[in-house]
């Protein structure tokens, strides 16, 4: 069974701009999670999304989004950018809503210049 | 205080050595408990996963929580070059969902 997949891997944006990061989770899984992780906070969690709809959200500025389509395929997005965006973004993905055995992707590394 | 606190390590050992991870908390109202393991450049993998108090034993690795102290640990037996990497407890309230609370983790080293 394949794994979650997230694209692109890498990624290098400039302050200001808007970026789309997309997320594949396990066949069967309807659940999607995200999280940014930094050196600095650690793992710390985005987003939910499961049936469509956001279920639940982290203490995130307004300009971090995302949404699920119906395929359970998920895209994040984040718009200005700032210097502090830079981090590894993970997609998690579960079985069903508020499953807590998140399998997560490998990660969007993020740098903004 | 931080919700959750975890010794960032490192933490060396020799090849067959027994490892101890702990994590701290604060939330008396964590239920849910896991351990994952992270590689370098690779997402984290969960090992782990108990709910209330207890111990859980799958292979080398044994997750022990204690409520009453806040206080959770991870166990791994005859440990392995393969098993260095970052180790990372999460854990949840009944509410939360996915929103889990991750430690800052542990680098483990284990050399042959």
């Known amino acids: 069974k394949a794994g979650v997949t997230q694209t692109p891997r890498y990624l290098i944006k400039t302050r200001g701009q808007q970026v789309t990061l997309s997320c594949s989770p396990i066949s069967g899984h309807r659940s999607v999670s995200w999280y940014q992780q930094t050196p600095g906070q650690g793992l710390q969690f985005l987003f939910e999304?499961?049936?469509?709809?956001?279920?639940n959200k982290g203490n995130f500025p307004g300009r971090f989004s995302g949404r699920q389509f119906s395929n359970s395929r998920s895209e994040m997005n984040v718009s200005t950018l700032e210097l502090g965006d830079s981090a590894l973004y993970l997609c998690?993905?579960?079985?069903?809503?508020?499953?807590?055995?998140?399998?997560f992707g490998n990660g969007t590394r993020l740098t903004v210049t | 205080q931080k919700e959750v606190e975890q010794d960032p390590g490192p933490l060396s050992v020799p090849e067959g050595a027994i490892v101890s991870l702990n994590c701290t908390y604060s939330?008396?109202?964590?239920?849910?408990f896991m351990w994952y393991r992270q590689y370098s450049r690779k997402g984290p993998e969960l090992l782990m996963y108990t709910y209330s108090s207890g111990n859980k034993e799958d292979g080398r690795f044994t997750a022990q929580v204690d409520k009453s102290s806040k206080y959770i640990s991870l166990f791994i037996r005859d440990s392995q070059p393969s098993d260095s990497a970052t180790y990372l407890c999460a854990m949840s309230d009944n509410q939360a969902g996915t929103a889990l609370i991750f430690g800052k983790g542990t680098t483990l080293s284990v050399s042959s």
């Open positions: 939330n008396s109202a964590f239920q849910y």
């Open positions: 999304y499961f049936s469509e709809t956001q279920r």
């Open positions: 998690a993905s579960s079985l069903g809503q508020g499953g807590r055995a998140l399998h």
